[in-house]
């Protein structure tokens, strides 16, 4: 077969074209860092890289909104913690409020100091994050959370509901707690309701602890249950507290120096130390208020000069017991955060792991390697040179050259 020298002509340049072709190829692989730039190209590869572009965008979307929770619930436990360091005042300066030796300047300073605490309590109670959102107020995040209405009292406007935020694709972690469930739904002191026959001149709770085991034990939220009951005192000066069924819980003897009856934490005072009768004790159903409303109704009794010391004493202790129970229940709320917080910083580790797998999987499947990508290069631009070098040749022939 005759080689004409347009077909080695034709040849040489197509050569070059294919050759410019590999080396722009080779040079965009290298500059860019990818294997292919079109679906085109790589149709199964593209596929992969997209599907893990997404997974790692997720996994960056949640580490962002993990670490906005983390800070959510960072500002709830600061305050909660100060609202508890808060309580923790005012039952010092409710124990210094028993102190036989205060005189009345003194208990109204104790009771204005509470009230000042109780300030800052409701300041608490108020948080808003720096968006100005009320962070106890559930939805309605931009209502205060309490509010002091015109007749003294503070009124819970929180709706009760709260916040989440996906941290994985399987893991929500709750970002915000009600103040209706934290403060107004807080538990108070048990108390009771006494009636005499014939009738007593007082009735006490002296010790929330023995009282509060009684409560546990005898009291039933029962529709229509029997909550009362009942001291016996009898003509010798004997007593015995009775069940709902009548059986006998505790017996015991007046004290004739008093005329008092002092059982299961509560004191009774007859009145006469020569007493007989039926003393009906109703165990009151548990009542729940927010601490706000309890300090301004013991700061109104402390300063109340018609109050005797024995008045005063009981509302004080419980008062203790009430706020007790809000530190109580303020502290565990607390750990409900660090729980959540602990979950937030373990599945946040875990994505970070999660997607650098990913980033690795989708620089396997995209991205070239560095040194092969210079190789090829290299090895492009020499071909490149090569048939340019035959084409320098072909164009120096003439008819009088011999192949």
């Not at 994050?129 to 962070?135: A, R, S, V």
């Not at 009738?199 to 009684?214: H, T």
């Not at 909550?227 to 004997?238: F, H, Q, S, Y």
């Not at 004191?267 to 159903?285: A, C, H, K, W």
């Amino acid at each position: 077969m005759r080689i004409s020298t347009t077909m080695q002509f034709t040849s040489s340049l197509t050569y070059i074209q294919k050759a410019n072709s590999t080396v722009d190829a080779s040079a965009k692989r290298y500059n860019t860092g990818l294997k292919f730039n079109t679906a085109g190209e790589n149709p199964s590869g593209m596929a992969s890289k997209v599907k893990y572009e997404g997974a790692i965008a997720a996994y960056d979307q949640y580490s962002k909104d993990g670490g906005l929770a983390a800070n959510t619930l960072s500002e709830e436990e600061t305050s909660l913690q100060s609202m508890w360091s808060a309580l923790s005042s005012i039952n010092t300066r409710l124990i210094q409020c028993v102190d036989s030796s205060n005189d009345d300047s003194s208990l109204k300073a104790l009771a204005a100091e509470i009230a000042q605490t109780r300030d800052h309590l409701y300041d608490l109670m108020n948080t808003q994050n720096t968006e100005g959102e009320y962070i106890f107020s559930g939805a309605k995040s931009d209502v205060p959370t309490f509010t002091l209405t015109s007749d003294g009292h503070y009124k819970c406007q929180a709706d009760g509901s709260t916040r989440s935020v996906l941290v994985s694709p399987s893991v929500t972690v709750q970002v915000s707690d009600s103040g209706l469930d934290i403060f107004e739904n807080c538990r108070t002191a048990d108390s009771m309701t006494v009636t005499g026959n014939p009738g007593i001149s007082s009735a006490v709770i002296s010790s929330y602890g023995d009282f509060g085991d009684l409560y546990e034990q005898y009291y039933s939220s029962a529709q229509g249950a029997n909550n009362t009951l009942n001291i016996n005192v009898t003509p010798d000066g004997a007593f015995s507290l009775l069940d709902q069924n009548g059986q006998v819980i505790e017996q015991g003897e007046v004290d004739k120096s008093n005329g008092t009856i002092n059982v299961k934490g509560m004191e009774f005072t007859l009145g006469d130390s020569n007493y007989v009768g039926t003393i009906s004790v109703e165990l009151d159903p548990p009542n729940t208020d927010n601490m706000l409303n309890v300090l301004t109704d013991i700061v109104n009794k402390i300063n109340d000069p018609t109050l005797s010391n024995t008045e005063k004493t009981a509302a004080i202790a419980k008062v203790q017991k009430s706020v007790g129970i809000a530190m109580t229940q303020y502290d565990s709320y607390r750990g409900q955060i660090g729980a959540r917080q602990n979950t937030i910083t373990t599945v946040l580790d875990s994505n970070e792991s999660l997607s650098d797998i990913k980033t690795e999987s989708k620089a396997k499947v995209s991205e070239v390697d560095a040194f092969e990508a210079a190789s090829d290069l290299v090895q492009s631009q020499n071909q490149l040179a090569v048939s340019r070098q035959i084409y320098s040749m072909l164009s120096k022939q003439s008819l009088f050259d011999y192949i």
